[in-house]
């Protein structure tokens, strides 16, 4: 069995909230936040945009305003997280031993920088997506791993995992693990539309016969982590315990095509750490993109799940 590892911190931003306990009263209330995209997501439609990307307190990290220009908005974006998910679990200003994992899949900072043709000696830390876990080490003053994980959209729940197994082999005391997504330039819009995943009608109806693509949005959210033990220990909060994880492999019929199998594997691999049976599980939360191919993969996955010897 694998060590449990605890939640001891949230912090996120999403539409129409700027926190956990307001994203909890979008999920209670079923309150849709989908609306028009701004400027500067032309051609995109309807999605879930942030209010502010712009906004940023840059005397408060110790950054000058020249290099907080230069600055990924979605780097400034996980350096507030990670500082409001610290402070959430109640670790002061000396933090040893705390890693960073972060799971990031878009660059379209790099499409603006180009556009703009405005380049200077803060452009390549500003813009490198593998920095965006490392401004937060460093900004805070983490010495702990320190990765940027791309695995698509299962970004951020690898970064978790990656994040647990770092725990339970000592790398680190304490992890923040999350992603961060900001929709700056209409490139990967417009990439997106041609593919044919999106929505054109800017809804997203996952299992369902209407199911024509889904709908672009942004946020973050980070989730701070210890070992189960060391959090009973110092009498931190527990949101929540995570028991066990697994990684899917293998590969579909086609490069975008996800594998029931494959799927299955990770499944059975996380309940077989956690010592949990299949008939135990209560709740279960997919990925429901409002497509034909993926919708149906990941209950068939989920229904033909064992439990391991």
């Not at 712009?54 to 908005?73: L, V």
């Not at 900072?109 to 490198?128: D, K, R």
């Not at 695995?151 to 339970?168: E, P, Y």
């Not at 946020?219 to 189960?228: A, C, Q």
């Amino acid at each position: 069995m694998n060590e449990p590892i605890a939640i001891v911190g949230i912090s996120c931003r999403v539409p129409g909230a700027s926190g956990p306990d307001e994203f909890w009263s979008l999920l209670r209330d079923g309150t849709e936040s989908i609306g028009e995209a701004p400027e500067r997501a032309p051609g995109i439609g309807r999605g879930g945009f942030l209010d502010d990307v712009e906004g940023f307190d840059a005397g408060f990290f110790r950054i000058s305003p020249r290099e907080a220009a230069a600055m990924d908005p979605q780097q400034r974006l996980a350096l507030e997280l990670g500082w409001e998910g610290l402070e959430d679990a109640g670790l002061g200003a000396v933090r040893p031993g705390v890693g960073v994992f972060m799971g990031v899949m878009g660059s379209d900072y790099g499409h603006v920088l180009a556009e703009s043709g405005a380049v200077s000696h803060h452009t390549m830390p500003g813009q490198g997506r593998a920095l965006i876990a490392n401004r937060v080490s460093y900004a805070l003053g983490l010495d702990g791993p320190s990765l940027t994980v791309d695995t698509g959209q299962s970004s951020s729940l690898v970064a978790v995992h990656l994040a647990c197994q770092s725990l339970r082999e000592s790398e680190c005391a304490v992890a923040l693990a999350g992603g961060v997504n900001l929709i700056l330039s209409p490139l990967s819009s417009r990439a997106t539309i041609e593919f044919g995943a999106l929505s054109p009608d800017g809804r997203c109806y996952a299992w369902d016969e209407r199911a024509n693509g889904h709908v672009r949005g942004e946020g973050g959210g980070i989730v701070v982590l210890k070992r189960l033990q060391d959090a009973q220990a110092a009498g931190d909060r527990i949101y929540g315990v995570i028991r066990g994880s697994g990684l899917s492999t293998g590969s579909g019929e086609g490069l975008t095509v996800p594998d029931a199998g494959a799927q299955r594997a990770a499944i059975e691999a996380a309940l077989s750490r956690a010592c949990v049976m299949p008939d135990q599980v209560q709740y279960v939360e997919l990925h429901g993109t409002g497509t034909p191919v993926g919708d149906p993969t990941e209950p068939t996955a989920r229904r033909s799940a064992r439990s391991r010897p």
